[in-house]
């Protein structure tokens, strides 16, 4: 396919040439991917500013976005990508084969960075999901620092910078900058701009933005980071989101109310669920609201049908289009497949579950959206998606919308919520749209 980029691919693309440490704050569907593998490929090939390039990815955008990518436009066919992915034999003998692009999970990381140490040979790094490394004190972002003086250039690529507050953007600065502009250490970053908010003794669970700290912090990083929303540049179809309420019947209702008031709950069988602190009351609550709950073994129990009746009847007001059904636990899978037995309901395995499902093959596919909410391409097979249950992890929600509503779809995005009235599930809605709002003012910014 013969690669024509939009004008503010042209503008992204001459901005990672002429800098060469830059974050892409580019939300979804945008073409992130072929405008970096575009100036990868002509810093190796034409400027020769460059000799190896590491691309830190999700697994699943790992394992087929890149290589779909690179082999789906014509002007980057000839590139040849080395995928570092599973044992640590296949890993190993992926390094060592003659590539342009080294691709690489996340997780894999840290192991990365002891195996060459200070032989690091990449002078080139490009992080796909740059918030992935949000967190200061996670092992992958600290093996990640620990090379950053060794590569020469460094690209960003998130559609979602700061999913809960402007806290998040000091990690992902920082490794474009070394701390230049917000600070070498998070303790200062948030001394300087933000006031503690509620905690619990030294323990601070908030953070509060200083008064005009908000526009001074968009100023400081104005230099190194370009923001885009994929609705002001392509033309996408609409995306329209739909609730589906939920009533219990008052005897369960009653129930859910007596655990979050006493945090104990009987089970049928003489197993007892006790929650012990207010964050695994809220994850109980959840899973009390989809319809089963671990106890302490990790045992599900069904507690009702309710959602699964629900899902029912949206699976059949479908009428046969292919879904994506989207749920927070293992046992929301387990329980879906039961419900439905006559059904073929798929998870994403591999390359063939993403090709079969943008075929049409498949009328239902179940999905984590830890696991497939960044960078798969699924907007070819379908136009609905069905949320058996929520998190409050905006960024999780938003990259799990995308998958469908990005450019490329031609129908309207129809994102179904599946939401048990007067419970924890109308929380995280309102949460979810209150970071929303937050995130769309750095965006704009």
Not at 140 to 169: C, E, H
Not at 219 to 238: G, H, L, R, T, Y
Request: glycine content about 4%; aromatic content about 10%.
């Amino acid at each position: 396919m013969k690669y024509v980029p939009h004008d503010y691919q042209v503008e992204a693309y001459n901005r990672l040439i002429q800098n060469k440490r830059y974050n892409l704050f580019l939300t979804m569907g945008l073409g992130k991917t072929v405008v970096t593998l575009t100036v990868i490929d002509d810093l190796l090939h034409d400027f020769f500013e460059v000799q190896k390039v590491l691309v830190i990815a999700p697994l699943r955008v790992a394992e087929d976005t890149w290589s779909t990518e690179s082999a789906k436009w014509d002007h980057l066919k000839h590139l040849k990508l080395s995928l570092v992915l599973g044992s640590l034999g296949q890993r190993r003998k992926a390094l060592m084969s003659n590539a342009d692009v080294y691709i690489i999970n996340r997780e894999n990381v840290e192991w990365l960075v002891n195996h060459y140490q200070t032989l690091w040979p990449f002078d080139m790094v490009v992080v796909d999901e740059l918030s992935s490394f949000k967190n200061p004190a996670s092992h992958r972002f600290k093996a990640l620092r620990k090379v950053m003086p060794l590569t020469d250039r460094f690209i960003g690529l998130t559609g979602t910078p700061a999913p809960n507050s402007l806290i998040d953007l000091w990690s992902q600065i920082y490794l474009v900058d070394k701390g230049e502009r917000l600070g070498k250490t998070l303790k200062s970053y948030r001394e300087t701009y933000f006031t503690p908010g509620w905690g619990n003794g030294h323990i601070v669970y908030k953070w509060n933005l200083k008064e005009g700290a908000e526009k001074q912090i968009h100023a400081k990083i104005a230099d190194i980071c370009m923001s885009m929303k994929a609705e002001d540049w392509i033309n996408v179809p609409e995306r329209m989101d739909l609730i589906k309420l939920i009533t219990f019947p008052k005897p369960l209702l009653k129930r859910y109310r007596t655990f979050e008031r006493d945090t104990i709950m009987e089970l049928a069988n003489n197993e007892t669920i006790v929650a012990t602190t207010a964050a695994v009351v809220t994850n109980k609550l959840l899973q009390f609201a989809n319809g089963a709950i671990y106890d302490g073994e990790r045992k599900a129990h069904s507690i009702h049908d309710q959602k699964l009746e629900a899902l029912a009847e949206l699976i059949e007001s479908a009428n046969g289009e292919p879904v994506i059904v989207f749920y927070s636990y293992q046992h929301d899978l387990a329980r879906i497949k039961a419900y439905f037995p006559e059904m073929d309901i798929r998870t994403i395995e591999g390359p063939k579950d993403i090709q079969d499902w943008n075929d049409r093959k498949i009328p239902v596919m179940c999905l984590h959206p830890a696991s497939a909410g960044h960078g798969l391409n699924l907007q070819s097979g379908g136009n609905i998606i069905i949320w058996f249950g929520l998190n409050y992890s905006l960024e999780l929600y938003q990259q799990a919308n995308a998958r469908l509503h990005r450019q490329g779809q031609t129908e309207k995005v129809l994102v179904h919520h599946i939401v048990a009235k007067e419970t924890m599930d109308e929380m995280v809605m309102e949460a979810l749209a209150k970071k929303d709002m937050n995130q769309s003012k750095l965006l704009e910014a």
